[in-house]
């Protein structure tokens, strides 16, 4: 086999590997581990539990369903429940994140 034919298969390749690995470390497995993560969070949802819906509604669990169940009953103002199917919530917050959260805008107001 001639070598000036293998010299530009093997630049080719010597690029496209180390860019796929790039993409794989950097883009691809953070977000497969963020995915499976917030999979976890909604199967494991408890009663308090702070929500926030992929159309931006925040609320607290009110009635935890088993993990088989596809829905959820959500309080997102007094007195206002809504079922809300649990692969819409795109962010999961515990009830001592939240707290966290409130004595920060209470800090904030003081200041």
Do not use: C
Not at 2 to 9: E, I, L
Not at 16 to 41: C, S
Not at 51 to 77: C, H, M, Y
């Amino acid at each position: 086999m001639n070598m000036n034919m293998a010299d530009p298969m093997f630049q080719t390749l010597s690029l496209a590997v180390p860019m796929i690995a790039i993409f794989y470390f950097l883009l691809w497995r953070p977000q497969q581990q963020r995915t499976k993560q917030l999979r976890e969070m909604i199967n494991n949802l408890h009663r308090g539990d702070t929500v926030v819906t992929a159309a931006g509604f925040v609320g607290k669990i009110v009635k935890a369903t088993p993990p088989e169940d596809p829905e959820v009953l959500v309080e997102i103002a007094d007195n206002v429940q809504v079922r809300v199917v649990k692969a819409t919530l795109s962010e999961v917050r515990a009830r001592s994140d939240e707290k966290r959260a409130d004595e920060k805008k209470s800090d904030e107001k003081k200041a």
